[in-house]
């Protein structure tokens, strides 16, 4: 956390500890509340009007199987998983060494 000094008008100050006392908590914690109902009530602002909804589930994919998972495979005919090292089981003798 971060320390700040405000300052605030007589009424909200009055109100803030007023409301501080009702909720049963600190002024400094009531006051980072309602920053952060502010906040995100702000980012989510005009969020339902935003034309990109309207294109959410429009499309189809294909049927070949293609998916964002493989699609390099298919582009460009190359395997981009990680492979496997073989490592010896454990019931498996390893090497032997001559002396």
């Known amino acids: 956390m971060k ?3 405000l300052i605030l ?4 100050h009055e109100w803030l500890a007023q409301e ?3 909720s049963g908590v600190s002024m ?3 006051v980072r509340q309602m ?3 502010g906040i995100e009530r ?3 602002e005009g969020l339902d009007e935003d034309p ?3 294109v959410i589930g429009l499309g189809e994919g294909p049927e070949d199987g293609v ?6 495979e298919f582009l460009y005919n190359i395997d981009w998983r990680p492979k496997r090292a073989e490592l010896p089981r454990v019931a498996e003798p390893g090497p032997t060494y001559e002396a």
């Not at 008008?9 to 909200?12: A, Y």
């Not at 998916?67 to 390099?72: C, F, G, K, V």
């Open 3 to 5: 320390r700040m000094q």
């Open 9 to 12: 008008e007589t009424w909200q």
């Open 20 to 22: 501080a006392k009702k």
């Open 28 to 30: 400094s914690a009531l």
């Open 35 to 37: 920053l952060t109902e």
């Open 42 to 44: 702000r980012q989510n």
């Open 52 to 54: 990109l909804w309207g």
């Open 67 to 72: 998916t964002s998972e493989n699609l390099d």
